[in-house]
């Protein structure tokens, strides 16, 4: 079956790092995402890794990918408060065009 | 390089009402799906389309339905809104047919948020 589960909150303070964890059940997905969602506005391409990858680094973002236990995590380094918003995971099942499969999001909060 | 643009922003029907909302793609962009999202249920695929075709379809009702132009505009429409359709539809675009060119991840818009009396 066809589903992406996020841990619901997460809460840093300014200048930590932040992990924000998925984990998804279609081992043929192609490519695995991040978006970014603010309040009041649509999804925001933050990065993108290929299923064959491991790791794809893009400045102050990390993406780690586990496909033996089909976990992907992003990594924020130096977190602003600027970064607070809902963090969205999906998965591309292979041969479903370009459906996408959603988490519920991660809510994450940055304290000054 | 504008990015998807979707009208109206808002919007406010009644139920039993029908409604059409729009979305342009990124210049070049011939693929355009349609997501769903609510407080409940969450992000959730609605249709694809590419060159004028339905690629692929969610589970949603056949109230829902859309369509897209020679210019890779596309529409979506729901007729006899209900109470539960209020929610954010998002329109996404990617250059190619979704999941089939590499490295062209599809591009959201800000959305249409409908809200049902």
């Known amino acids: 079956g066809e589903d992406v589960e996020q841990s619901l909150f997460l809460s840093v303070r300014e200048g930590d790092s932040s992990v924000i964890n998925c984990t998804y059940t279609?081992?043929?997905?192609?490519?695995l995402y991040w978006y970014k969602q603010e309040p009041g506005a649509g999804l925001q391409l933050l990065t993108y890794?290929?299923?064959?990858?491991d790791m794809k680094q893009d400045q102050r973002l990390t993406v780690l990918l586990n496909k033996k236990d089909k976990h992907l995590s992003l990594r924020i380094a130096d977190t602003q408060t600027g970064d607070s918003a809902i963090y969205f995971c999906?998965?591309?099942?292979?041969?479903?065009?370009?459906?996408?499969?959603f988490g519920q999001g991660t809510e994450l909060s940055v304290k000054p | 390089k504008a990015g998807v643009t979707q009208t109206p922003r808002y919007l406010i029907k009644t139920r039993g009402q029908q409604v059409t909302l729009s979305c342009s793609p990124i210049?070049?962009?011939?693929?355009v799906s349609w997501y769903q999202q609510t407080p409940g249920q969450g992000l959730q695929f609605l249709f694809e389309?590419?060159?004028?075709?339905?690629?692929n379809k969610g589970n949603f009702p056949g109230r829902f339905s859309g369509r897209q132009f020679s210019n890779s505009r596309s529409e979506m429409n729901v007729s006899t809104l209900e109470l539960g359709d209020s929610a954010l539809y998002l329109c996404?675009?990617?250059?190619?047919?979704?999941?089939?060119?590499?490295?062209?991840?599809?591009?959201f818009g800000d959305g249409t948020r409908l809200s049902i009396l």
């Open positions: 999906a998965e591309s099942p292979y041969n479903q065009g370009g459906k996408l499969i």
């Open positions: 389309y590419f060159s004028e075709t339905q690629r």
């Open positions: 996404a675009s990617s250059y190619g047919p979704g999941g089939t060119v590499p490295d062209q991840p599809q591009h």
């Open positions: 890794i290929f299923s064959n990858m």
């Open positions: 210049s070049g962009h011939r693929s």
């Open positions: 279609d081992s043929s997905s192609t490519y």
